[in-house]
């Protein structure tokens, strides 16, 4: 295993393998293998981009308080999910992402996809939901700062993670059907998911406004007591 | 050979200025059963945490505490999680993996030890708790006194030359407790590994252990045989309320030659103190024509299809003014037949009527505005503040609605408590609803023995302002002191009933120790204060 | 051989998977109609027959997926018909049966795998990768059914002291809300028990093992060769030229190699299914023997 000792880079290579490499192979993909295999390609890069997060977790330190905490996140997530219509994952795991860090929130959030699929049932789409709501938690913990100075930011980013959650899961079901990408068919599917675009939307948007305030304080608390 | 030294041991927590403990100085020798009593916020927990390296609290420590020669704190990490043993109050939240068998690997897999070795302990293990039969469950699945055994098991599986147990049957019910304690004593006489124990149910513990460390305000006030801890504290009531039964009646009748600590010793004592036969107690009969607060008809009720009635038609009925309580074992239906009367389950036959209407005649929420409240059997699920003074507002609950001082603890946040605190807490939230009937849940879970009287006679005091209450528990000595009927359930019907002196004399198991003790000697005998009483006219 | 139920999870993964992958990358009639079958044939042999309400199901998502195409994709030049001044043509029905074919086809494989791989499966081949994970992913699923519990015994114990009410929809949110609330203390409460439980365990005491009740046989390290020869086998006698939709479709040539593909996918999906066969004969036997 290569240890990569520099932070700035590491770090680089966290978001850079996943939400850089991914999209880029697939294009390429596109180019080169020209109309073929482009589900294998973006399939085989994303469960390669989880393997190296999970291999570069096990490394690491991470405080047991921290993992637990983490652990129990994902299970409310799951739990959360089994609420019909309304999904509060990406808020949970946002917040998470907040208050424990990036890495807690990647965790949280691809995690939270896993499991849950244990329940609705695991298909070829597990990796890239992991990889879609991991990176979403992610994001919302490099942007910190600015989500917990402000309440609209925090709402923006309920919106753009609804958004992109969608946009980024048609990709891969246009991908499925068709194995080459087809603007056509990518737009009837983005229509047709419209009302999910939307209800995701919403979800992040109330589930934020109302447990940024409670998870946050609860989340400080067990940080400042327990030293986590 | 002394396994355990500890040398003028003070611990302040930080932001406090009194000590939690105050220069306490023990050894505890090899194969020793240690108990450690002491009432909520004496410093056990924090004495016993102190013992263990990893769970050690934050704070400023002077003194040295020596596990078999070597300071605590300057161990391996691997060294100490191996040499002492922790087993916690809480059977659930201890429980780390989702399957039994990975449970009592996962401590072994901590020490790094190779898969082979791994499972030959862990086979071992499992058969010496005789926990095979469950070997491949879900953790989930398993009952409390299950989970309890299990992290027992586990931490047995490493092998520990010291176990320490901070209340480890305080959530559990008394059938569950029992056998968890004799696995204890069991580990004990055949390891002779070196326990140490704090326990609220001393009546259980005391006779088997060789040792009693009593602590009060972080202060080591004994340090020695049980018996001679109690010729110490024979005079202090708030002390000697939570001995065993037969330790405190030799005490309230003679308090001469040696002090009896279980039942065989107690009948023994009570057999010379009362040579001829005695007059029976004068009987109560409870024959009130009160308006009926709650009537269950024919209800039945089960929690899915195929399984089987849980509520087999009960006859219960609570009459104003009264404490009615109702006992059984796991599984009888208790707590069942309290949601069922407090409108959180529906039954799919019979009906509850309360004040003389049946649920379904409550329209919204009016049943819970001001008719009945319930204290929930986890009273952590009514907490959701940051401290005391919110929660107490949240409810718009009054800080003087029970006789309990909320002053010191209203910046506290309700996780701090201790149990007996938090359960105060959630009570002043119940009451704060008003209610005129009041269900309670197994309220004497986590009190201590003063806490519980103090209880008590709020109960009393409650009813005689008017309020009517059920409860259900697993405490027999609560119900003797404080019902004034106990019903019997067994399998969703009532079986028996009576005022706690029709009840309990006639019961063989399911009654207080008094009554085990005295029978056939003192007949219907069923508290001290009886005992007391009889001693007291058979001498005059 | 014991039955792929039976086997290691590492096995039971790399043959689903491979048999899933196949299918996915190759827009192949004649293999997906052979992945098809095998997918249909092994879940209908675990489930005694298997229920008639999933065949509908596929069956109906097989006839939506495989009309879609034509509607989107106007290549080929056999026209059909013109709907909305947009030529329907053959090829592209085709093509999106096929592709039906493949989704279908797929969709029963990886109903096999979460059948088969039940969670403790799924951690004991993620403990290869990383243990800390595994365990992580161990105490998620521990929590759930606590969780839920939790939840329940929360609306009830707010309920009956009056903090609780659903009448309407703002009562709901507030009390959904007022759960949430209680529920996330407690969660973070109590898993600083469990972290303390772990330390006092010696979790993060240094290097660790892992120990797992399952075991990996001989006969798994031959299944997994076998997997590895079979797809090697397919997909060499299935590269180059294959099968044309647009536009006009044509077959692949026939070639020795193409055959030997076939054949060699053949055995591969039909492999399942042959392993649960041969335990149940060899069941059988056992039993008229005692």
């Known amino acids: 295993m290569i240890v990569i000792r520099q932070r700035r880079l590491r770090r680089m290579l966290q978001i850079g393998i996943p939400f850089v490499l991914v999209p880029l192979l697939v294009l390429l993909g596109a180019l080169v293998f020209d109309q073929q295999r482009h589900l294998i390609v973006s399939f085989g890069v994303a469960v390669l981009s989880l393997l190296l997060f999970a291999a570069g977790f096990e490394k690491r330190v991470t405080g047991t308080r921290r993992l637990v905490l983490v652990a129990a996140m994902t299970a409310l997530c799951v739990v959360g999910r089994l609420i019909p219509y309304l999904k509060p994952v990406t808020a949970i795991t946002a917040l998470t992402a907040i208050y424990l860090g990036p890495e807690a929130g990647f965790l949280t959030g691809s995690l939270s996809a896993l499991i849950s699929n244990f329940y609705f049932g695991q298909g070829p789409w597990t990796p890239f939901q992991m990889l879609g709501w991991g990176l979403l938690g992610l994001f919302a913990g490099y942007l910190a700062k600015p989500l917990t100075r402000s309440r609209i930011l925090l709402i923006l980013y309920g919106i753009f993670a609804g958004v992109a959650y969608s946009v980024l899961m048609d990709v891969w079901t246009v991908l499925w059907y068709n194995d080459s990408f087809d603007w056509t068919l990518y737009g009837a599917a983005l229509v047709t998911a419209i009302p999910y675009t939307v209800s995701y939307a919403l979800s992040n948007v109330l589930f934020l406004w109302l447990l940024a305030d409670p998870i946050g304080r609860k989340l400080n608390r067990v940080k400042v007591k327990y030293g986590v | ?540 | 051989m014991r039955r792929l139920e039976m086997q290691h999870p590492l096995t039971i993964v790399t043959i689903l998977a491979a048999i899933g992958g196949i299918s996915a990358v190759c827009m192949d009639p004649v293999l997906l109609s052979v992945s098809l079958i095998g997918g249909v044939l092994f879940y209908a042999v675990r489930h005694q027959g298997g229920r008639v309400a999933v065949y509908l199901t596929s069956a109906a998502l097989f006839a939506v997926l495989a009309l879609l195409n034509p509607l989107f994709s106007h290549n080929g030049k056999t026209v059909l018909f013109v709907v909305n001044n947009a030529p329907v043509t053959l090829e592209a029905l085709l093509y999106g049966m096929v592709a039906a074919c493949m989704i279908v086809a797929v969709l029963y494989w990886f109903r096999s795998l979460s059948e088969l791989m039940t969670s403790d499966k799924w951690i004991a081949l993620l403990s290869v990768i990383s243990s800390k994970l595994a365990l992580v992913l161990s105490l998620s699923l521990r929590y759930i059914p606590l969780f839920g519990q939790q939840i329940k015994r929360v609306r009830q114990a707010q309920k009956a002291v009056g903090l609780y009410k659903d009448e309407n929809i703002m009562d709901r949110l507030r009390g959904g809300l007022r759960i949430m609330s209680t529920m996330i203390t407690w969660v973070l409460e109590n898993g600083i028990i469990t972290a303390d439980s772990m330390e006092a365990r010696g979790y993060g005491s240094g290097r660790r093992t892992t120990y797992t009740v399952v075991r990996f046989r001989r006969s798994d390290a031959l299944l997994l060769l076998l997997t590895a020869l079979l797809t090697a086998a397919t997909l060499a006698g299935l590269y180059g030229a294959g099968t044309v939709y647009y536009p006009s479709f044509s077959f692949a040539a026939w070639t020795p190699w193409r055959a030997a593909g076939y054949a060699a996918f053949c055995l591969l999906a039909l492999l399942p299914t042959i392993l649960e066969w041969t335990e149940a004969i060899k069941w059988r036997y056992w039993r008229s023997k005692i």
């Open chain 2, 1 to 540: 050979m002394e396994i355990l030294a500890i040398e003028n041991l003070t611990f302040t927590y930080p932001e406090q200025e009194v000590p939690t403990l105050r220069d306490l100085s023990l050894s505890v020798p090899e194969g020793a059963f240690v108990t450690l009593a002491g009432k909520t916020g004496s410093g056990k927990s924090t004495l016993m945490r102190l013992l263990k390296q990893e769970l050690a609290p934050k704070g400023t420590r002077s003194g040295s505490i020596r596990i078999n020669g070597e300071e605590v704190g300057t161990l391996s990490p691997k060294e100490s999680a191996a040499l002492v043993g922790y087993v916690m109050q809480d059977p659930e939240r201890q429980i780390v993996t989702d399957r039994v068998w990975h449970e009592l690997a996962f401590g072994l897999e901590n020490l790094g030890y190779a898969p082979q070795v791994i499972a030959a302990r862990v086979a071992e293990t499992a058969s010496y708790f005789g926990i095979e039969e469950w070997y491949e469950q879900p953790t989930a699945s398993l009952s409390g006194g299950q989970k309890q055994l299990l992290n027992l098991a586990a931490v047995m599986a490493m092998r520990p030359r010291i176990l320490l147990l901070d209340e480890p049957t305080a959530q559990l019910d008394p059938v569950a407790a029992s056998s968890f304690l004799s696995a204890v004593k069991r580990l004990h006489r055949d390891l002779s590994i070196t326990i140490i124990m704090a326990e609220h149910r001393l009546e259980e513990v005391l006779p088997d252990s060789n040792r009693v460390w009593l602590l009060e305000e972080g202060r080591l006030l004994f340090d020695g045989t049980p018996k001679k801890a109690l010729n110490r504290i024979q005079n202090d009531a708030t002390w000697m309320c939570g001995m065993p039964a037969a330790a405190r009646a030799f005490f309230a009748l003679s308090g001469e030659g040696d002090c009896p600590l279980d039942i065989k010793e107690g009948r023994r004592f009570l057999q010379a103190q009362f040579p001829s036969p005695v007059a029976d107690l004068p009987q109560s009969t409870a024959t009130s024509n009160a308006q009926e607060v709650l009537r269950l008809d024919k209800v039945r009720f089960r929690y899915d299809r195929s399984g089987p009635d849980v509520l087999d038609e009960p006859e219960l009925v609570v009459r104003e003014g009264e404490i009615v309580t109702l006992l059984g074992g796991n599984g009888s239906g208790k707590t069942t037949a309290l949601l069922a009367a407090a409108g959180l389950l529906r039954p799919y036959a019979g009906t509850v009527t309360v004040f003389g209407k049946p649920l379904k005649a409550y329209r919204g929420q009016a049943l819970y505005d001001g008719c009945l409240a319930m204290l929930p059997q986890n009273v952590q699920t009514l907490f959701l503040k940051d401290t005391v003074r919110e929660e107490l507002a949240d409810a718009a609950a009054s800080e003087t609605a029970i006789p309990f001082d909320f002053t010191p603890l209203l910046e506290r946040h309700p996780y701090d408590l201790s149990g007996g605190e938090q359960q105060m807490l959630a009570f002043a939230k119940v009451l704060a609803a008003s209610p005129r009937l009041l269900l309670l849940d197994e309220p004497t879970k986590g009190l201590d023995a003063g806490m519980k009287q103090r209880f008590a006679a709020m109960l009393q005091t409650l009813r005689d302002s008017g309020k009517t209450i059920l409860l259900v528990t697993h405490d027999v000595e609560f119900a003797a002191e404080v019902a004034d009927r106990v019903l019997f359930l067994f399998r969703g019907r009532v079986v028996s009933e009576g005022t706690p002196h029709e009840f309990f004399p006639d019961q063989q198991f399911y009654t207080t120790a008094v009554s085990r003790m005295s029978r056939g000697i003192l007949p219907g005998a069923v508290t001290l204060d009886d005992v007391q009483r009889l001693f007291r006219e058979a001498t005059t």
